[in-house]
């Protein structure tokens, strides 16, 4: 009888596992880019092969995506095809090439990159632990209760279809900050957030490299007059 209890017990232990693993929100990026101040396209076709994460982020010693209570991630290399696809999409919206597509039959340039950092924590400030007054002093004097860090950092690299370099663009953003939990910010949004800053901070850099083709950027609803 004693043998079936455990058994028993750990069958519900096993259970209350896979339900709170089951309850975890996965992070989603989100890439918002904010729109550029010079109305101008650089005058190529672009083909963009997938970025890659550093060593230190796929060894471990980088935090990669959302860490924060309830919180899972992608395995690193989706989450880096995810992110991948972010920027394509991003690039090709915003016409910041004549055209960028993962495939083009006969490209102008080469488009490929490195995720450097890319991390957001959400973590409870320590004095929140401390029962029955932390909730009360939150409440009387107005505190957040809990605090997120964060960067991106992000280089892409245009070569010719040759393979020669033709330049190197970086982007970062960092954030720190203190926040009570609400239903309309979440764990990871901050992240996006970022995420768009430094993929403008790249885009501005492009669109300002004397090297580069420029043309009038077209918007879609221009083109179709």
């Not at 979440?186 to 996006?192: A, M, V, W, Y």
Request: hydrophobic fraction near 35%; charge should be neutral.
């Amino acid at each position: 009888m004693h043998k079936t209890g455990g058994h028993h017990s750990t069958l519900r232990s096993l259970a209350l596992l896979l339900l709170v693993a089951g309850c975890a929100t996965t992070y989603e990026p989100h890439l918002v880019l904010p729109s550029a101040s010079l109305n101008r396209s650089i005058d190529a076709a672009v083909e963009l092969h997938p970025l890659v994460a550093s060593d230190e982020i796929l060894s471990g010693q980088h935090r990669y995506g959302v860490l924060a209570d309830d919180f899972t991630n992608p395995p690193p290399s989706k989450l880096t095809q995810t992110l991948t696809a972010e920027i394509l999409a991003e690039l090709s919206a915003h016409k910041v090439f004549r055209t960028v597509s993962a495939y083009e039959p006969e490209p102008d340039l080469l488009l490929t990159g490195r995720i450097d950092q890319f991390y957001e924590h959400d973590r409870r400030k320590p004095w929140t632990y401390v029962p029955h007054y932390s909730d009360q002093l939150a409440a009387l004097f107005r505190l957040n209760t809990y605090k997120r860090t964060g960067e991106v950092r992000l280089t892409l690299i245009l070569l010719k279809p040759t393979g020669a370099r033709v330049g190197s663009y970086t982007g970062q953003a960092q954030f720190q900050e203190d926040y009570t939990p609400h239903s309309e910010l979440r764990p990871g949004d901050r992240l996006n957030r970022a995420f768009g800053q430094a993929l403008a901070q790249i885009r501005d850099e492009m669109l300002s490299d004397p090297d580069l083709p420029k043309m009038r950027r077209v918007d879609d609803h221009t083109a179709r007059r």
